[in-house]
């Protein structure tokens, strides 16, 4: 089959196309026909460094998430699984292939009315934006502040924020990507580009952090006393710092995302049936065939996306 294959960890010249054998699938897993293979922004962190919330060795096949069609069932496994439209994790690895190998248990079937692509555009970015809302439980009028939104946690953000009454300020770097939060309901956006983008800005309620870095700090400057704090990304390059002294003379909340299984499970659910529903949008700003994910990594990179990156895997 064609794959990508990381060799020695770098730059995104390490991606380099070429053959790999067909996986099979084991007890309980099945095989998945890939279409389309989910890009996050912490994959070019592993590339780069080999650090990360994955595990691998080189040379391998990276990429942890993909949308198909289950071609084959291994021992166990249901086999009307067979033909279905599916969505899965791979784990941290071999989703940059034709063909991925996956634990049954795991896969998302795509509801009836969604496009594959659009599900797969989900998988990850979706249920995380649902986990953060359900963890940090904002009332609606709440201002809630949106880090990183015209990315594809923060466009996906905007909109169930908003779809549960929510005052949505987005913060984003560059017209496009604020015009783009705006059209996706945001109620004010902020150019976090701007040396003074917080200058006058309004207190908010809540921070949801995808950056961290500087841009992280100086978002919580905007925070009212009693105010709460939810980072999950570190695009800046490192965790949002805040003092402990200060954390206590402003009452702040700082909370983590720590889901169960279960409820990454449910959170994957809801946004598949939401989308299904015609009630949330996943944006798809940009897509690379399969043997550009150097081209496709360097974009994200570069933060010249917008919404999701996928890697379509067409026909030989």
Same mark, same amino acid.
Not at 134 to 151: D, H, I, K, W, Y
Not at 217 to 222: E, F, G, P, S, V
């Given at each position: 089959?064609?794959?990508?294959?990381?060799?020695?960890?770098?730059?995104?010249?390490?991606?380099?196309?070429?053959?790999?054998?067909?996986?099979?699938?084991?007890?309980?897993?099945?095989?998945?026909?890939?279409?389309?293979?989910?890009?996050?922004?912490? *994959?070019?962190?592993?590339?780069?460094?080999?650090?990360?919330?994955?595990? @691998?060795?080189?040379?391998?096949? $990276? /990429?942890?998430?993909?949308? @198909?069609?289950?071609?084959?069932?291994?021992?166990?496994?249901?086999?009307a =699984?067979? @033909?279905?439209?599916?969505? +899965? +994790?791979?784990?941290? +690895?071999g989703?940059y292939?034709?063909?991925?190998?996956?634990?049954? %248990?795991?896969?998302?079937?795509?509801?009836?009315?969604?496009?594959?692509?659009?599900?797969?555009?989900?998988?990850?970015? @979706?249920?995380?934006?649902?986990? =953060?809302?359900?963890?940090?439980? $904002?009332?609606?009028?709440?201002?809630?502040?949106?880090?990183?939104?015209?990315?594809?946690?923060?466009?996906?953000?905007?909109?169930?924020?908003?779809?549960? /009454?929510?005052?949505?300020?987005? %913060?984003?770097?560059?017209?496009d #990507?604020?015009?783009?939060?705006? *059209?996706?309901?945001?109620?004010?956006?902020?150019?976090?580009?701007h040396?003074?983008?917080?200058? /006058?800005?309004?207190?908010?309620?809540?921070?949801?952090?995808?950056?961290?870095?500087?841009v /992280?700090?100086?978002?919580?400057?905007?925070l009212?006393?009693?105010?709460?704090?939810? +980072?999950?990304?570190?695009?800046?390059?490192?965790?949002?710092?805040? $003092?402990?002294?200060?954390?206590r003379a402003?009452?702040?909340?700082?909370?983590g995302?720590r889901?169960?299984?279960?409820?990454?499970?449910?959170?994957?659910?809801?946004? =598949?049936? *939401?989308?299904?529903?015609?009630?949330l949008?996943?944006?798809?700003?940009?897509?690379?065939?399969?043997?550009?994910?150097?081209?496709?990594?360097?974009?994200?990179?570069?933060?010249?996306?917008?919404? #999701?990156?996928?890697?379509?895997v *067409?026909?030989?």
């Amino acid at each position: 089959m064609r794959a990508v294959w990381l060799r020695e960890f770098g730059g995104p010249e390490v991606l380099v196309p070429g053959e790999a054998p067909d996986p099979v699938a084991g007890e309980g897993q099945v095989l998945i026909g890939v279409a389309h293979a989910n890009l996050t922004f912490v *994959e070019t962190q592993f590339r780069a460094t080999g650090l990360g919330p994955f595990t @691998g060795t080189v040379p391998m096949i $990276p /990429g942890n998430g993909v949308g @198909g069609t289950v071609t084959a069932v291994g021992p166990g496994a249901d086999p009307a =699984l067979i @033909g279905r439209r599916v969505i +899965s +994790s791979t784990g941290g +690895s071999g989703g940059y292939a034709e063909l991925a190998a996956v634990p049954a %248990a795991g896969l998302h079937l795509v509801p009836d009315g969604l496009a594959l692509d659009a599900a797969t555009a989900l998988l990850a970015d @979706g249920r995380t934006a649902r986990l =953060l809302l359900e963890t940090a439980a $904002p009332a609606p009028g709440e201002r809630v502040l949106v880090l990183a939104a015209a990315g594809g946690v923060g466009t996906l953000l905007v909109q169930l924020a908003t779809a549960a /009454g929510l005052h949505v300020v987005a %913060a984003a770097g560059g017209p496009d #990507k604020l015009a783009l939060a705006a *059209e996706l309901g945001a109620a004010e956006t902020l150019d976090y580009r701007h040396p003074d983008w917080t200058a /006058g800005a309004t207190p908010v309620d809540l921070v949801l952090d995808g950056v961290g870095g500087a841009v /992280g700090r100086a978002a919580t400057t905007l925070l009212r006393n009693g105010g709460r704090l939810l +980072s999950y990304g570190l695009a800046g390059g490192s965790w949002t710092e805040l $003092p402990e002294a200060e954390i206590r003379a402003r009452g702040l909340t700082v909370l983590g995302l720590r889901p169960t299984p279960d409820a990454v499970r449910r959170a994957t659910a809801h946004v =598949l049936a *939401e989308a299904a529903a015609h009630r949330l949008r996943p944006v798809i700003g940009r897509r690379f065939p399969l043997a550009r994910a150097a081209d496709a990594h360097r974009a994200i990179e570069a933060r010249a996306t917008l919404g #999701k990156t996928l890697l379509d895997v *067409e026909p030989a």
